[in-house]
């Protein structure tokens, strides 16, 4: 409870500052510049729409909050707000030669599928911290119960579900090409295919397992991020 009160303190802090920071007409820097100024600037400087960074601290705030995700369109909205969002805020960062409202769907669909990988991922660690990012219609579809997310052997209607996400997330994945082509210079490209190649080899590696989730956390080892480091230098 005290960890969450700390949690929730820090978020309405920097949900204030940014507030402030960002209603300044003219934002001077210097050494005593608190963070909130730093990142008004950054957003002023290269033109972000703060739209994003809000709908990013909506999505943190339903995290604090424990909100329920009731729908699977509930749920692409989350992920669009926590992960589709910092795409929208870091694109004009790493593109200053092109628009973000030519790609912005496709910069969304990225952050989705990276941010379902995560829930498909940590469905167990996060259904013992009692958060659950399954939307309650989907469980309820594929009669799933949320005490199930809790044990340590992943049910044949679990990996059903898991199964439709994982598919889901694989579509949202295919913009891939189309955002790293928008990004100008080559070393924004190369962090950016790296990313997205070792979340994408998360999301491989359920679907390998059988969707078998819950047995253990699923991640990339130092071999595998190496044979990734080595296809993408040979494609370049």
């Known amino acids: 409870m005290m960890q969450l009160t700390k949690e929730k303190n820090n978020y309405n802090f920097l949900f ?3 507030v402030k920071a960002s209603s300044k007409n003219e934002i001077m820097l210097n050494e005593n510049s608190n963070l909130a100024d730093k990142v008004a600037f950054i957003f002023k400087t290269f ?29 692409i909205h989350y992920c669009y707000q926590v992960a589709g969002t910092v795409g929208c805020m870091i ?65 044949r209607n679990l990996k059903k579900l898991i199964a439709f996400l994982s598919k889901k997330a694989l579509f949202f994945y ?3 090409l189309e955002v790293i082509q928008t990004v100008d210079s080559f070393s924004a490209k190369f962090s950016l295919k790296l990313a997205i190649a070792t979340y994408k080899k998360i999301l491989e590696k359920i679907i390998d397992s059988d969707f078998e989730v819950l047995e253990g956390r699923i991640y990339v080892t130092n071999l595998e991020k190496a044979k990734i480091l080595d296809n993408i230098i040979l494609k370049l």
């Open 16 to 18: 204030s500052s940014w």
């Open 47 to 75: 033109e972000i729409d703060k739209l994003e960074m809000m709908q990013m601290f909506a999505g943190q705030d339903s995290d604090l909050k424990n909100k329920v995700i009731n729908t699977y369109d509930d749920l």
């Open 91 to 155: 694109f004009p960062i790493l593109s200053k030669n092109n628009n973000l409202s030519s790609i912005r769907n496709k910069v969304i669909d990225i952050g989705i599928a990276m941010q379902l990988t995560n829930i498909l991922r940590d469905i167990h660690e996060d259904a013992i911290r009692n958060r659950v990012f399954i939307p309650d219609q989907l469980l309820v579809l594929f009669k799933v119960n949320k005490e199930e997310l809790k044990g340590r052997k992943t049910k």
């Open 174 to 176: 295919e913009s891939e």
